[in-house]
């Protein structure tokens, strides 16, 4: 059963769900001019809630973690198309100890060059799937807050006493993906 979340609120995940599927999608907005990409990353956070390496940044770019614990599915520059338009798959089993949270950022790539924000994206939406037993567990739709950022710290997967849970967060931010990534350490 998918909990719904709103900007704050958090799911629990249990202990039994260890493979999951963080799913970003979005729908392009009518008539916008240039076409637009968004991008999901991952930051793979310590207790100090920074990086422990530059490795520890999954994107299109570095599509999986030292460990495997984080693979990016691929780069969709279209958003066109029902479903996940990218993902991040994430194996809890794989995730080193001193690993407190996973978080997951959504970027519009040339963002400022294009002078585009997240208010020409439509149904833009962050889930968090069971990969094992194909259910989805937690769902954040995007409201009209970050309407004018061109970044966007979607969620959190954070530990949870001997599991894990799903944090919306859905702050928007003006920095691009080199921006986000300095100041989480890298």
Request: with cysteine.
């Amino acid at each position: 059963m998918t909990v719904s979340l709103v900007k704050g609120e958090k799911a629990t995940l249990g202990i039994t769900a260890s493979k999951l599927r963080i799913g970003l999608g979005w729908n392009p907005r009518v008539n916008v001019g240039e076409e637009f990409d968004l991008d999901v990353s991952c930051f793979i956070l310590g207790a100090d809630d920074k990086v422990r390496s530059p490795q520890d940044v999954v994107f299109y770019n570095r599509p999986e973690s030292p460990r495997g614990s984080v693979k990016h599915s691929g780069d969709n520059q279209t958003g066109e198309g029902g479903g996940d338009d990218e993902a991040i798959l994430v194996d809890l089993t794989l995730v080193p100890d001193d690993v407190k949270q996973l978080v997951f950022v959504a970027t519009i790539h040339k963002a400022l060059e294009r002078r585009q924000n997240f208010g020409i994206v439509d149904d833009a939406y962050m889930r968090v799937v069971d990969r094992d037993a194909n259910e989805e567990l937690a769902r954040f739709d995007l409201s009209e807050d970050a309407c004018v950022e061109r970044s966007l710290v979607f969620g959190a997967l954070v530990r949870d006493g001997d599991g894990w849970a799903f944090r919306a967060i859905g702050k928007g931010v003006e920095s691009e993906l080199p921006e986000i990534a300095r100041s989480l350490g890298v």
